[in-house]
């Protein structure tokens, strides 16, 4: 875990530099907390959707039972909403993006995994999961899986362009400026499995070709963030689009449209 604690903490660090901002993390727990914590934010609130969460357990952060694809909290409610390693557990992930969205006023950091070559070569020989069935394994059998039930969950890998595309369907008013960022963890899904002995001695072996492959493609590597920034004026709307004062709405321009159509 330590690899990925550490891209955790770092990219954190250069994206959401200033830590007075204040900060909800879905899909949450201690990791999260501890992060966000000895970074030295103050102004937190840790949410998931799991019952069996003490909210003592995160102070002095904030807690909030929530799901992440139907956020209770009103438009622009924090300046960032972080979710680490969590969207893939969604029934609908790409509707937890944009409640991220609705909810924050600064912007959305994700942390998921691509869907590159390399990790489409790892899951065909089940060196890593398609479906966390580990997940609900070692909880219980009952929670851990898809929306936190005992269902395993597919694990939903994204990439630059789908990212793109859900934001700007859902808010297509101006053109997102999104910062990506990625990092190296090995594979350890086999080190799990009671049979995995042999992909486990293969994975040794390829250790150092997959540390140079990563570093020359670096977007095969398999940890993955992206910062969605959320525009703070309206001088970045797209040219067809006109903000009205008077009624607070944006709307098609048709003075624009009058110049570019007959």
Same mark, same amino acid.
């Given at each position: 875990? &330590?690899?990925?604690?550490?891209?955790?903490?770092?990219?954190?660090? &250069?994206? /959401?530099?200033?830590?007075?901002?204040?900060?909800?993390?879905?899909?949450?727990?201690?990791?999260?907390?501890?992060?966000?914590?000895?970074?030295?934010?103050? $102004?937190?609130?840790?949410?998931?959707?799991? !019952?069996?969460?003490?909210?003592? #357990?995160?102070?002095?952060?904030?807690?909030?039972?929530?799901?992440? #694809?139907?956020?209770?909290?009103?438009?622009?409610?924090?300046?960032?909403?972080?979710?680490?390693?969590?969207?893939?557990?969604?029934?609908?992930?790409?509707?937890?993006?944009?409640?991220?969205?609705?909810?924050?006023?600064?912007?959305?950091?994700?942390? @998921?995994?691509?869907?590159?070559?390399?990790?489409?070569?790892?899951?065909?020989?089940?060196? !890593?999961?398609?479906? @966390?069935?580990?997940?609900?394994?070692?909880?219980?059998?009952?929670?851990?899986?898809?929306?936190?039930?005992?269902?395993?969950?597919?694990?939903?890998?994204?990439? @630059?362009? &789908?990212?793109?595309?859900? /934001?700007?369907?859902?808010?297509?008013?101006?053109?997102?400026? /999104?910062?990506?960022?990625?990092?190296?963890?090995?594979?350890? !899904?086999?080190?799990?499995?009671?049979?995995?002995?042999?992909?486990?001695?293969?994975?040794?072996?390829?250790?150092?070709?997959?540390?140079?492959? $990563?570093?020359?493609?670096?977007?095969?590597?398999?940890?993955?963030?992206?910062?969605? #920034?959320?525009?703070? !004026?309206?001088?970045?709307?797209?040219?067809?689009? $006109?903000?009205?004062?008077?009624?607070?709405?944006?709307?098609?321009? /048709?003075?624009?449209?009058?110049?570019?159509?007959?």
């Amino acid at each position: 875990m &330590e690899p990925r604690i550490n891209f955790y903490k770092k990219t954190v660090d &250069e994206l /959401i530099p200033s830590k007075n901002n204040s900060i909800l993390i879905c899909g949450a727990g201690h990791l999260d907390k501890n992060v966000f914590q000895s970074l030295g934010f103050a $102004s937190v609130t840790i949410s998931n959707l799991d !019952t069996r969460t003490k909210p003592e #357990e995160f102070a002095p952060f904030d807690w909030s039972f929530q799901n992440a #694809e139907d956020l209770s909290f009103e438009n622009d409610s924090f300046d960032y909403v972080v979710i680490h390693a969590a969207i893939h557990h969604a029934s609908l992930p790409h509707k937890v993006l944009t409640q991220m969205y609705r909810v924050a006023k600064k912007g959305v950091l994700a942390f @998921e995994a691509r869907d590159s070559l390399l990790m489409r070569f790892l899951e065909k020989f089940d060196l !890593t999961q398609v479906y @966390e069935h580990a997940a609900v394994h070692h909880n219980s059998g009952k929670y851990g899986g898809r929306n936190n039930t005992e269902i395993p969950n597919f694990v939903y890998r994204w990439t @630059e362009r &789908e990212i793109e595309k859900t /934001i700007q369907t859902y808010a297509p008013f101006y053109k997102h400026r /999104i910062r990506y960022r990625y990092g190296t963890a090995f594979p350890h !899904t086999p080190k799990i499995v009671s049979k995995g002995r042999l992909k486990v001695y293969f994975l040794r072996i390829m250790q150092p070709f997959y540390w140079g492959f $990563s570093k020359i493609f670096k977007r095969q590597q398999n940890l993955f963030a992206f910062l969605i #920034e959320k525009p703070q !004026t309206l001088e970045g709307l797209f040219p067809w689009l $006109s903000y009205d004062k008077k009624n607070c709405k944006i709307g098609f321009d /048709i003075e624009w449209g009058n110049k570019h159509y007959k």
